[in-house]
């Protein structure tokens, strides 16, 4: 009889965990998500980080929590995570009161673009398997994945020699409202530039040093057609690898210009994430331009906007810039646009990158 009785109440005590454990285990449980930088490189590693925190007094024994991620971001194998079909990942967790568990995941940023690991599917459960919980959890886990910077030796020769070329051809201006420092003053210094506060203060003649400006703005300019008779906007998957190199071609390009001193933008007939419209980001300098021009690169999508002729039609109204051109091909149409450009007062060259013409640049 006692045996009976023990029984039933350890049946009785299950089913009441049970029942606490579904109505109130996942209003007590709060998920985070977070990569550990914003913005990774392509081919780089990283970490995702994940906490899980168990608010309520009472133990859960176990917690999957599952979400989408894209196959472009791969997750290192690890105890306690597995990722299905590269495209789902599925976490588990044991929690006791008030506790809070916080894991490391390596990622490795295979492609570039911008991702978001979005919502999360958390499922709790009693420790034999017999009534389990689910519920949906909104987050938003963005990372932006750059081009893949190449070295000099990966670039294209012509196109790694037209820049150093560009660089060394840039006209220094003297600019009187940066100055860069002091010094003494030299026979035949401008006495415009006497620092006179100076001189008199240290009794010596000493004269500003003024920093300079560099005229020269290299604008490159992808076209997003493969063929001069490309039907519709967007590529076929065999296709695309062509397409990143050159993303990752002129990311490089833009980069070494602008450590070089050099303003730099690019301009596509492709859109950034779901827009309509084709990219164009000027050329300039300053401190936080690389990341703004890398962001750019990271958002482009592979979708053809203009045909590009047309697209470049559209830029015969700048003037007084260096603009690089790389196309799939070469026609009689680029030819001419690229013609306009030139008369608009640009320095323009066309480099095609792949197929029979793979070596010409004009």
């Given amino acids: 009889m006692n045996v009976l009785v023990i029984l039933v109440v350890l049946v009785a005590l299950f089913l009441l965990a049970n029942l606490l454990l579904d109505k109130f285990a ?30 309520r007094p009472m133990i859960v024994p176990w917690l999957r929590v599952e979400s989408y991620i894209s196959p ?47 919502n999360a599917s958390l499922t709790a459960g009693d420790l034999l398997g017999l009534n389990q919980s689910t519920r949906e959890q909104a987050m938003s886990v963005p990372v932006l994945v750059y081009p893949r910077l190449l070295d000099e030796r990966d670039l294209p020769e012509p196109l790694s020699r037209l820049l150093g070329e560009t660089i060394a051809r840039r006209h220094l201006l003297t600019d009187p409202f940066l100055v860069r420092g002091i010094r003494p003053y030299l026979p035949g210094d401008p006495v415009r530039d006497i620092h006179w506060p100076a001189t008199a203060r240290m009794g010596d003649t000493i004269l500003r040093v003024h920093d300079h400006t560099a005229q020269t703005r290299l604008l490159v300019v992808m076209n997003a057609q493969r063929t001069v008779n490309q039907w519709g906007d967007r ?14 071609v002129a990311a490089t390009l833009c980069v070494r210009a602008l450590r070089a001193g050099l303003p730099a933008g690019f301009a596509a007939n492709m859109p950034l994430d779901k827009g309509e419209d084709s990219v164009m980001l000027l050329p300039s300098g300053g401190s936080a331009r690389e990341e703004e021009l890398l962001t750019a690169f990271a958002r482009l999508t592979l979708r053809r906007t203009l045909r590009f002729p047309t697209f470049l039609e559209s830029l015969t109204s700048l003037s007084g810039m260096d603009v690089l051109v790389l196309s799939c091909y070469d026609s009689e149409e680029i030819q001419s646009a690229l013609s306009k450009l030139r008369r608009a007062g640009n320095n323009v060259q066309l480099h095609v990158m792949y197929g029979k013409e793979a070596q010409k640049t004009c």
């Fill in 26 to 55: 996942l209003k007590g449980l709060k998920c985070t998500r977070a990569f550990s930088r914003p913005a990774f490189f392509e081919g780089e590693e990283g970490e995702m980080i994940e906490i899980v925190r168990n608010d």
């Fill in 72 to 118: 472009h971001l791969q997750l290192g194998n690890q105890d306690n995570l597995h990722v299905a079909d590269s495209m789902y990942y599925c976490s588990l967790f044991s929690l006791m009161p008030y506790q809070q568990v916080k894991r490391r995941h390596r990622v490795r940023f295979i492609h570039r673009g911008a991702f978001d690991l979005g």
């Fill in 235 to 248: 590529l076929m998957d065999y296709e695309e690898g062509e397409m990143e190199q050159m993303i990752s």
